[in-house]
């Protein structure tokens, strides 16, 4: 079988900033009728600092026109609130896993602030309704968005390449990929849209690959960016034929817009 990898390399910077991509097609909605065949295979290096401390994650009235309107170039450009957020360089980050999370290889939004234009390129396609014309991102979406961005998490800010699968046909993979990241590290939900953001994560029994996300040794999660909450196999349901864990409990609700992350 041709091994074809999805691969979303990041180039971040106060000037552009470019989000490149070589993926395969584009996957239908979860739910939607047909057969996806790909491999989410993903190089990331979203940094702590962006995920907490960006204007999308401090700003409500930023976040509420981010997720409320059309992920597209002129529904960014009509939000004031949007566009003053885009002035911070870690909401420019942080949009540029939004954007990747969110929208499919091929679409793109793109804005010009200060004299400077910014692309932010789509890559995965879990919420493909968001970048249509009167899309928004509803809970379903904003699920989906945060437990991708929540699994591209690096502590120490560098690229490293992980396996997403999970219960959307965007993150189906085929026999060559679970074959290539056999290594289950950790699944990974949330909101980050929120107010309050709700960060969650559960270890593979007997993994210690969260330290990728965490620091350290992945022993002692203690003081990680997400809420620890125990072994997957104690929180979510029974893990599904490509090893993905769906249904996880955490902050008192079950949640299956879960995200389970392989490694090589």
């Known amino acids: 079988m041709q091994y074809r990898f999805r691969l979303a390399i990041l180039f971040l910077g106060l000037s552009a900033n470019h989000l490149l991509a070589c993926v395969g097609e584009a996957d239908p909605l979860e739910g939607d009728g047909g057969t996806a065949e790909q491999e989410v295979v993903t190089r990331n290096a979203f940094t702590k600092t962006a995920l907490v401390e960006s204007a999308f994650a401090t700003d409500t009235l930023a976040t509420e026109a981010l997720t409320g309107n059309p992920l597209t170039s002129d529904a960014l450009a009509s939000s004031s609130d949007v566009m003053s957020a885009l002035r911070d360089p870690l909401a420019r980050e942080f949009l540029t896993y939004v954007a990747g999370c969110a929208l499919p290889e091929g679409q793109s939004v793109q804005v ?29 979406c904003q699920g989906w968005v945060s437990a991708c961005m929540l699994a591209r998490i690096n502590h120490l800010g560098e690229s490293v390449p992980i396996s997403m699968r999970g219960k959307h046909k965007a993150l189906d993979s085929d026999q060559a990929e679970r074959e290539a990241f056999p ?23 007997g993994s210690t690959l969260i330290g990728r996300v965490c620091g350290g040794t992945g022993v002692d999660t203690q003081g990680c960016i997400v809420d620890v909450l125990g072994d997957c196999d104690d929180i979510c349901g029974a893990p599904t034929s490509d090893g993905s864990f769906p249904n996880c409990v955490g902050g008192g609700h079950t949640t299956p817009t879960t995200v389970t992350v392989f490694r090589e």
Do not use: M
């Open 112 to 140: 010009s602030l200060d004299g400077e234009t910014y692309t932010f390129a789509g890559s995965i396609g879990l919420a493909l309704e968001w970048g249509r014309a009167h899309g928004k991102c509803n809970a379903h």
């Open 183 to 205: 290594n289950r590290e950790a699944a990974y939900f949330g909101d980050l849209f929120a107010p309050e953001q709700r960060r969650f994560a559960c270890k593979s029994p």
